[in-house]
């Protein structure tokens, strides 16, 4: 079944340290997303990337980095400079905009990280 | 600015009963809309979408939502609500010449017997 994969599905981390979350997707998705979620603030849109070797920040991209060198895998790294990094990541992926799939996001099951 | 809101952070209904929640959203034209939803620690699955035509659209488990577009509005509605709906919907907009979504800040739903 084609889908996308996040790992690992909890992660605790120590102030000061960097952390990675894997996200990989075999539905042949062009674009690839990150999201984080604190309770009662929906979802925010950390980057993006709409093709490999290509990506933009979102509307909270101050203390992640991402890569995509592969088109199926979009990992997230959380830096020592985001202040409050506890929260749960979503990955997602969607189909170029302008067809039928335009915009409709294949979400993972998520990551959620506790800082200790 | 760009900006979608969900009124009701949470909605306590009757098993049987039916259900409306509310979305508004604030864009230049008229945006590609859609409702998810997630249940405790995963993921986001896909309710429904609109893209044009039939304002009025369908969706799994039984959900539909509504365009009004002079209302700048996209509720989403279930006639007889289960227990098994009982999670957190979100609301999202998406311009049609761009990539990611717009989310609001989610409605819970408690479903009581």
């Known amino acids: 079944d084609g889908g996308i994969t996040q790992s690992p599905k909890y992660l605790f981390r120590k102030e000061g340290q960097n952390v990675t979350l894997s996200c990989e997707q075999n539905?042949?998705?062009?674009?690839m997303y990150w999201y984080r979620q604190d309770p009662g603030q929906g979802l925010r849109l950390i980057y993006y990337?709409?093709?490999?070797?290509?990506?933009q920040k979102g509307d909270i991209a101050e203390g992640y980095s991402v890569s995509r060198e592969k088109k199926e895998s979009f990992p997230l790294t959380v830096t020592s400079a985001q202040k409050n990094p506890t929260a749960f990541y979503l990955c997602?992926?969607?189909?170029?905009?302008?067809?039928?799939?335009?915009?409709?996001?294949?979400f993972g099951a998520g990551s959620r990280l506790t800082v200790l | 600015a760009q900006s979608v809101t969900q009124p009701d952070i949470h909605i306590t209904v009757s098993e049987g009963a039916s259900l409306e929640l509310r979305c508004n959203y604030s864009y230049g034209a008229t945006p590609y809309l859609f409702w998810y939803v997630q249940s405790p620690g995963q993921g986001l699955q896909l309710l429904l979408k609109?893209?044009?035509?039939?304002?009025l659209v369908q969706g799994i488990k039984g959900f539909e939502a509504e365009f009004k577009r002079s209302q700048s509005s996209f509720n989403l509605r279930k006639p007889s609500v289960h227990w098994s709906d009982a999670a957190e919907y979100f609301c999202?907009?998406?311009?049609?010449?761009?990539?990611?979504?717009?989310f609001g800040k989610g409605t819970s739903l408690l479903v009581t017997p």
């Open positions: 539905l042949n998705h062009d674009a």
């Open positions: 609109y893209f044009s035509g039939d304002t």
């Open positions: 999202a907009v998406g311009a049609r010449s761009g990539y990611a979504l717009n």
């Open positions: 990337s709409q093709i490999v070797n290509d990506f």
């Open positions: 997602a992926s969607s189909m170029e905009p302008g067809g039928p799939g335009a915009n409709v996001l294949t």
